[in-house]
């Protein structure tokens, strides 16, 4: 179970503002290791957009949240009744891995792209994680990389400084606001908070 995260007032727009140029970053180091393999999302057969990823910051939430304020009246209706769909089959289906299409995902395009969530950003391609204390940890592409580019060496893509980034502007933002719950949410559940 998850508390309901702040609203974006609550949190302020510095935050916000912030995370967006986290988000920048994160957006050219992928760009530039997936450009490395020659790698390219379009028309993907597997579409990542069908993985049930959970988020786990307010600051991703809020952000989505103000993306989605902005979509016309009917955009947002449709978004919703998909999103209801979504997690009705999710809690008949609770196992992880790939079920329904993200109920922002409209016609193969993420129509909030720009708001996205940040593992939507960095999924794809091979990484790795710095953790003190631990060896390096190595995660693999997804599985059209694997198709398309496996056979290639690997090019260091390094999630560390972004997720630590992430975890220290949120840190930062909920102690201002005093906030201290667990999230836990898809998209589906972002889009249908009160
Ligand atoms: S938020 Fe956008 S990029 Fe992420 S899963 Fe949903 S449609 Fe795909």
Do not use: W
């Amino acid at each position: 179970m998850t508390a309901t995260p702040p609203t974006a007032a609550a949190c302020g727009r510095p935050y916000l503002d912030a995370l967006e140029a986290l988000f920048a970053d994160m957006d050219d180091a992928y760009r530039c290791a997936a450009s490395h393999y020659g790698f390219h999302c379009e028309g993907c057969e597997d579409n990542c957009c069908r993985t049930r990823f959970h988020h786990h910051t307010c600051l991703e939430v809020l952000y989505l949240r103000e993306g989605f304020s902005h979509l016309s009246s009917g955009d947002r209706s449709a978004v919703e009744r998909d999103a209801g769909v979504y997690s009705a089959d999710a809690a008949q289906r609770p196992a992880k891995g790939r079920g329904r299409m993200c109920p922002l995902n409209r016609d193969q395009r993420c129509i909030l792209y720009n708001h996205r969530p940040m593992i939507c950003r960095l999924h794809g391609i091979p990484h790795e994680l710095h953790r003190p204390g631990r060896p390096p940890a190595r995660g693999p592409g997804c599985e059209a990389f694997d198709r398309h580019c496996g056979h290639l060496p690997y090019r260091s893509f390094d999630r560390t400084p972004f997720y630590t980034r992430m975890a220290e502007l949120e840190r930062r933002m909920r102690q201002a606001i005093g906030f201290s719950d667990r999230v836990h949410l898809t998209v589906a559940d972002i889009i249908l908070l009160p």
